[in-house]
Structures are given as C-alpha cells and as structure tokens.
C-alpha cells in the first residue's frame, strides 16, 4: 500500500481531533509554528492539509486571527463533503449497520458516464443498510473504482463509515462532489427495509465524488425524510 503523503497524515489527525471534539467548535488551531514542531513536518505541508480542511467546511482562516474550528455538529452541510454516517453521528446518534454487501461488478452505463470510465469497467459495488440508535434510516449503494480500492471485499463488516476506512485504509482524500436530491415515494422492498409504510416519503440522493485522479465514486442514497434534512449555506448574489 502506498505510503500516506505528510500532508494527508496532518490532515487525518487533525481531522479526527476536531471530529472528537479534541479541538472545540469555536477555539483556534494551534499556530502554523506550532503544527509544524507537533508533526515535525514543514510549513508547506500544514497549509496543504488546512487547505483542505478548510475547503471540506472543518476550519476557517481568519487573516491576523488564526484558524478558527467551525461547528460540525448539526445537520449535513453541503458546501462540505460529509456522510450520512458522519452526519448522523455528530448528531449524537449510535450508527451502526444492518447487513452490507460488497462484490465486485461490471460498471453499467450510467455509472461508468459518471466515473468517467468505459462501460463494463469493474467498479466495487457496496450495498448496506444505516440505523441510527437501531432504527433503519437509509439504503446507500455505492460504485466505487475498483482499480484504487483492492481487496475491497475483504473489508466488508470491518467498518460503518465508508469515507472513514477509505481515507484511513487507501489513503483516499475526496475533494469536490455534486449532488442531485429529490423526493421519492417508498415501494415496497424500501419500506419492509427501512420499516415504514409504502408510499412514505424518502429523500434521493445522486453523488459523484471526486479524488486528485478525477471521479472515484457514484452513489444512490435512500432516507427516510423525516429522519434527516440537509442545510445549505447561500451567500450573495451573482
């Protein structure tokens, strides 16, 4: 396995520091001096891994101030690329997951379009069901590119959140994603899984997410409306 660039290794650490709440929504970073001699790496190295912490919502750099930490604990922001594992556990819930499936298949059209790859690619597909405190809260199938996860079936019960094993297992770092949302009624398999009535509204969730190398994976995502909501920050006008 590919040996972690400094940079990402900064940017994990102090990733899971503010995520456990070592560094308090509202305190400031330690000082770029002080980053510098904690991890024993350069200058450069600590702004490349604040860039980025910045660009995904965590950190906010105030000019003659310092690096502020900015509050993660509400609900999924889309201006930073979040799961709904992450999300749902800074909402105090228990998240856990109720059977997961990961094979490795040929990418169908609409998945290779979005990966940027030829039809008929492999791509792992992972299927599971998320619980928040035990109650099944959403359907999430994954498409991810098969040549920069290997052995990705063997991974399968080893974790909850996807994005964290990813950065934490094959050093995967995902920059920028889109996504398209919409309302969807609940047909029958949705609602014997998430245990709500047939017709119950869910939300739809379309994402392409997008590494150094370009778009690395495509998802559909199934919750159940009342569940969870989204929050997005507008500013201006163009």
Known sequence: MARTPAYKAVYFSIKRAIQDGSYKAGSLLP????LEKQFNVSRTTVRKAI???????Y???KQGRGT??????????LN???????????????????????EQV?????????????????????QRVQCADGVPIAIIKN????????????????????????????NITLLHATEQICAISADFIEAQILRIPIGSPL????????????????AFIKLVADKYEYSVRLEGRS
Do not use: H, W
């Not at 502020?68 to 922001?77: E, F, G, S, Y």
């Open 143 to 170: 498409y991810l590119r098969a040549s920069q996860v290997p052995n990705l079936q063997k991974r399968a019960g080893s974790f909850v959140g996807l994005y964290n094993m990813l950065e934490q297992e094959y």
């Open 59 to 61: 950190l906010d750099v």
């Open 106 to 126: 040929a990418a169908p059209r609409n998945v290779a379009d979005a990966l940027e790859i030829p039809e008929g690619t492999p791509v792992y597909m992972v």
């Open 80 to 102: 930073s690329i979040t799961s709904i594992t992450e999300t749902l556990m800074r909402r105090g819930y228990e998240v856990t997951t109720q059977g997961i499936s990961i």
């Open 68 to 77: 502020l930490v900015l509050d993660i604990t509400t609900t999924q922001r």
């Open 51 to 57: 860039s980025l912490l910045t660009t995904e919502g």
């Open 31 to 34: 000082s770029e001096p002080e």
């Open 203 to 218: 939300l739809m969730v379309r994402r392409t997410a997008c590494t150094e190398q370009g778009p690395f994976e495509y």
